[in-house]
């Protein structure tokens, strides 16, 4: 790009950046030397492929979605939490919240993530285990006692059963007062990755893709802030994929999604904005940002070039980001506290609109309280003490970080290609049901390719470590230590015990006519073809639990068995 050009870039950022709204702060070094918002080339340079690169806030969005970058605005801190009970949770929330935090993020128990109610049988003894236990409306009821709904955004990871609990979600902020229609937060929701990856669905993909395009069409039409869809790359990771097939399968799945919009009627540039995404924040500190950069830049032009979305918003990549569980150990624990910094690091550096740092011990057990504190206050020392936040994409037009990207760009490319060719090769006629993106995902899964390809790359790193090519300290390099062991949270028996009986309790209060009535107006409108979302609602107001909802759904659909592959 010649310097006219680049010079021309630079008076459109200039002109965003003094129409916005920046934060009333500091922008000085420690040494109290001033910086500017941006850097980029000197006056009168020239840089070749510049265009790639740009200005924060101007397309293709590599280096951030606002003019500003975090002087405008920082990322929310948004730490993810959930164990035992509603009401245990709900006073983990009010300290977050009380300490700092921007926002909410629900971690549920196995038995709610698989859509089965707390005293089923195959629920003994994981109840509140691995996050909270939520079986009907009621409990979203306490989840949420004294938090306005309405005021503070909410992250739910969940998504085999995600329509039903969202349902009991927003039927909790109706008994709370809020306006419905003002309500903001994130459903996961995202069934592509469960297939993928990390293995919690109930039905066939398309009953799952049939109440996900519903949730699309209710939300945009009467929850226009709220996001019904957060396409995780997380777990994918997580399972052991490269960064690239991070990157690729995520994106991909996004796609999906966005074909998914498009065969309902959706208009692209209303539904697409209320897609975002969520990644892991791995240990390679440059690998990740390049990563998050060049996810920015795919997505804004196949979103403008294939989709035709045309506004801003609709091209945009909005995420949250979680460092990597994975890289936690139990050797050394306190070693992780700083793998978390790093990683944390690297999503901010690469323009994170939110974030989650895991606790030292959560290779171990869920958080302690004070384990829980140091995550979060871990992000409040970046942010408040580093100066990150003074400068938008700071290591743009690094040489390492540029060719990274655009390395890391080329091997998406290369594996949407493989991801199209799967999908010609399905429907050879071209008639997709959804899509091509969906149609190659689709023959993925059903083939196990997806996951054998995840496999491989599990298995190469696994090798590496082994060998001693890969290093872990307190595991295979500087495996000395003087730490002792940790003191640990641990869920009682009596938690499940508790948890049960309120379920009877319910039960036996509720008007079994209403839930019967609500039911089956919910199968009606599943084989008639109508939108579920509204009956579901009923079912949900009327107390119907989580296994009971999903279950008339298994009835009609029947469950997925994944194919073997060896």
Request: glycine share 10%.
């Amino acid at each position: 790009m010649d310097a006219d050009a680049i010079a021309a870039g630079r008076r459109r950022w200039q002109a965003r950046f003094d129409a916005a709204r920046t934060r009333d702060a500091d922008f000085t070094t420690l040494s109290g030397d001033p910086v500017e918002p941006v850097y980029g080339p000197r006056p009168g340079d020239s840089y070749e492929g510049f265009e790639r690169i740009g200005w924060p806030g101007e397309f293709p969005y590599t280096r951030g979605l606002y003019a500003t970058g975090y002087r405008g605005r920082t990322w929310t801190i948004r730490q993810f939490a959930g164990f035992g009970n509603a009401r245990q949770t709900n006073e983990r929330y009010r300290t977050i919240l009380r300490n700092g935090g921007g926002g909410l993020s629900v971690a549920f128990d196995m038995p709610t993530l698989m859509g089965r109610d707390s005293d089923d049988p195959l629920s003994l003894g994981e109840v509140g285990h691995c996050g909270v236990a939520v079986d009907s409306a009621a409990d979203m009821d306490i989840l949420f006692d004294g938090i306005p709904m309405g005021e503070v955004t909410t992250s739910m990871t969940i998504s085999g059963p995600a329509v039903p609990v969202f349902c009991m979600y927003l039927v909790a902020a109706e008994r709370q007062g809020a306006d419905t229609r003002a309500l903001n937060g994130t459903l996961q929701t995202d069934i592509f990755k469960e297939y993928i990856a990390q293995k919690e669905w109930l039905f066939g993909p398309e009953p799952h893709l049939r109440l996900i395009g519903d949730l699309m069409e209710y939300c945009a039409r009467h929850i226009p802030a709220y996001k019904p869809l957060s396409v995780s790359g997380y777990h994918i990771r997580e399972a052991g994929s490269t960064a690239a097939q991070e990157l690729a399968y995520t994106l991909a799945d996004g796609f999906g999604y966005v074909e998914l919009g498009l065969s309902r009627g959706l208009d692209v540039d209303t539904f697409a904005p209320g897609l975002s995404f969520f990644f892991d924040a791995h240990i390679d500190f440059f690998e990740e940002i390049a990563k998050f950069r060049a996810a920015r830049r795919i997505w804004a032009r196949r979103m403008r070039d294939v989709y035709g979305a045309t506004s801003e918003r609709a091209q945009w990549l909005r995420f949250h980001t979680q460092t990597a569980g994975v890289s936690l150990t139990a050797q050394q624990p306190y070693n992780n506290v700083v793998r978390t910094a790093v990683e944390a690091l690297s999503a901010i550096l690469g323009g994170t609109n939110s974030l989650h740092t895991n606790a030292l011990d959560e290779t171990l057990a869920l958080p302690s309280e004070r384990a829980a504190e140091i995550a979060l206050r871990t992000q409040q020392v970046i942010m408040e003490e580093t100066g990150v936040t003074s400068v938008a994409d700071p290591l743009g037009g690094s040489w390492y970080v540029e060719q990274l990207t655009d390395r890391i760009e080329a091997d998406a490319e290369r594996i949407f290609d493989e991801i199209l060719e799967r999908g010609r090769r399905a429907v050879p006629d071209g008639r997709h049901p959804v899509g091509p993106i969906t149609s190659g995902l689709l023959a993925g899964i059903e083939d196990g390719w997806f996951t054998g390809r995840i496999a491989e790359a599990a298995f190469a790193y696994q090798r590496a470590l082994e060998k001693g090519d890969k290093r872990v300290v307190g595991v295979n390099a500087h495996t000395g230590s003087v730490t002792g062991d940790l003191e640990i949270l641990r869920v009682g028996h009596e938690v499940e015990r508790e948890q049960v009986r309120a379920l009877a309790g319910r039960r036996a209060a509720r008007d079994d006519a209403a839930v019967r009535a609500a039911l089956a107006a919910l199968l009606d409108a599943a084989r008639e073809g109508s939108n579920m979302i509204a009956p579901m609602l009923d079912a949900a107001r009327a107390e119907a639990t989580l296994g009971e909802i999903c279950g008339a759904l298994k009835d009609e659909w029947g469950v997925y068995t994944e194919p073997p592959v060896f």
